[in-house]
Nanobody, 124 residues
């Protein structure tokens, strides 16, 4: 069983930056593909970014490409999401997730474990 804990959310203004963290425990972090997802009120949970086991590769949703950067520290068992140039449409609860077996292109249902989420609110 893997436990995930997100942190770093908050309320910011458009154009500001935030850095989210996701601390994992109870598993072998370095063997997992890791992903960030988000869910805005009244909308489905959507993919944001994913990073490979060794951090060599990553993928982003088109809506965040060039503004968000995903990274990980396998020694610390932690993943990060640096969010720059935030927009009001980035407002959502952000979740980190573990993919035990799969690739960066795997869809949301394939992810095995999820955190509780952290709220990000961007005002205009």
């Amino acid at each position: 069983q893997v436990q995930l804990a997100e942190s770093g959310g908050g309320m910011v203004q458009a154009g500001d930056s935030l850095r989210l963290s996701c601390a994992a425990s109870g598993g072998t972090f370095s063997t997992y593909v890791m992903g960030w997802f988000r869910q805005a009120p009244g909308k489905e949970r959507e993919f944001v970014a994913a990073i490979s086991r060794t951090a060599v590769s990553n993928v982003y949703a088109e809506s965040v490409e060039g503004r968000f950067t995903i990274s990980r520290d396998n020694a610390k068992g932690t993943m990060y999401l640096q969010m720059n140039s935030l927009k009001p449409e980035d407002t959502a609860v952000y979740y980190c997730a573990v993919l035990k077996a799969g690739s960066l292109g795997s869809s949301r249902p394939a992810y095995d474990y999820w955190g509780q989420g952290t709220q990000v609110t961007v005002s205009s």
